[in-house]
């Protein structure tokens, strides 16, 4: 089939999409929608950004050769700086298809569609969708701090009463515990959807994937054989420690792993922090809070009773002797 059909194809399918369809380019995760379609070109916007992208025709072809180039399947890694937008519209031709894991765009008669199409106005939530409260541990836990912050002043902690700083510090250890556990368990998600050197931005911030090293020595006596048999005496490393070690090495010529356990992971970390958004969401919530009125309002009263009532309970410093004194008088 000849690029030209290709091309016609790709925008019957493109003008089909839904007037707020959003798009996300394959490696970066930034969201851009079509806005318009036209006989050479495709024009794009991307979220946040009132400036038109023309992705031209020649431009789809050059791609489109070079999967042909790679038998079928094209490594995302070597699309060139601004042309991840090019790969996720290709991909809605119906026989191009992205993998997310894999990190390859391939021609396939059997394509199941492009991953990198959602159907929604926009990323951001919804103020007016019921919200539900989710079964999490340290929902609860961030509910009873919120609270507890709001009761105390903790810009002068020194002034504190020893009740409040015990119940502040207990649930602070609650809240970083819980949020550790669910982050391990999105950072295990995300290690199959990001790409090295590929930050990702949400809208709060941004990560990237990244590796760790870690290294130990092995065991004393096959350290000390190691450079015993490289001419290094085993009077100069009899306490085996790293530094000695790392002096050891640089003179000889065993490597790294004859002496080390070596292991690498690969983590996510945190690339940036938006402050701003975070303040104007947060400030955007107070107000919505402080707006509240009616029958929402009195319910909002009675579930800051319920959860004071709640906290009290969970919360509440009592001494051995008067829990033993009213255990005693029941």
């Known amino acids: 089939m000849t690029f030209n059909s290709t091309w016609h194809n790709l925008l019957e399918n493109i003008e089909e999409l839904p007037a707020d369809a959003i798009l ?14 036209q006989e050479h070109r495709v024009l794009i916007q991307y979220r946040d950004d009132d400036e038109t992208i023309p992705l031209q025709k020649d431009q789809f072809e050059t791609l489109y050769e070079r999967i042909n180039d790679s038998r079928g399947t094209f490594d995302l890694d070597r699309l060139p700086p601004d042309a991840e937008p090019y790969a996720t519209v290709l991909s809605l031709h119906p026989r191009f298809e992205i993998d997310d894991r894999e990190g390859t765009l391939t021609e396939s008669d059997q394509s199941t569609g492009s ?110 054989n190691a450079f015993e048999s490289a001419g290094i005496e085993r009077d100069r490393l009899t306490a085996v420690d790293s530094s000695k070690v790392d002096e050891a090495l640089e003179v000889t010529e065993l490597s790294e792993s004859d002496v080390y356990e070596v292991e690498t992971s690969e983590y996510v970390r945190k690339a940036d922090v938006d402050e701003e958004e975070k303040e104007g969401r947060l400030q955007g919530l107070k107000d919505q809070l402080a707006a509240t009125e009616g029958e929402e309002a009195d319910e909002l009263r009675e579930e800051i009773e319920e959860l004071e009532d709640r906290i009290a309970e969970l919360t509440e410093f009592q001494s051995g002797r008067s829990f033993h004194k009213s255990s005693s008088g029941g």
């Open 24 to 37: 996300v380019t394959p490696l970066s995760r930034k969201a851009f929608r079509v806005t318009d379609v």
């Open 115 to 224: 991953p990198l199409v959602e159907a929604q106005s926009d990323g951001s939530e919804d103020d007016d969708v019921e919200r539900e409260e989710p079964d999490i541990d340290v929902y609860a836990d961030a509910l009873l701090l919120i609270d507890a912050l709001e009761r105390h002043d903790v810009t002068h902690i020194e002034g504190a009463e020893t009740p409040a700083l015990v119940n502040l510090y207990t649930l602070l250890s609650d809240v970083q515990r819980n949020a550790n556990d669910l982050r391990k368990n999105i950072r295990s998600v995300l290690l199959d959807r990001l790409h090295h050197d590929q930050p990702v931005s949400g809208q709060f911030g941004s990560v990237q994937r990244t590796t760790r090293r870690n290294r130990s020595l092995k065991d004393d006596e096959l350290v000390l």
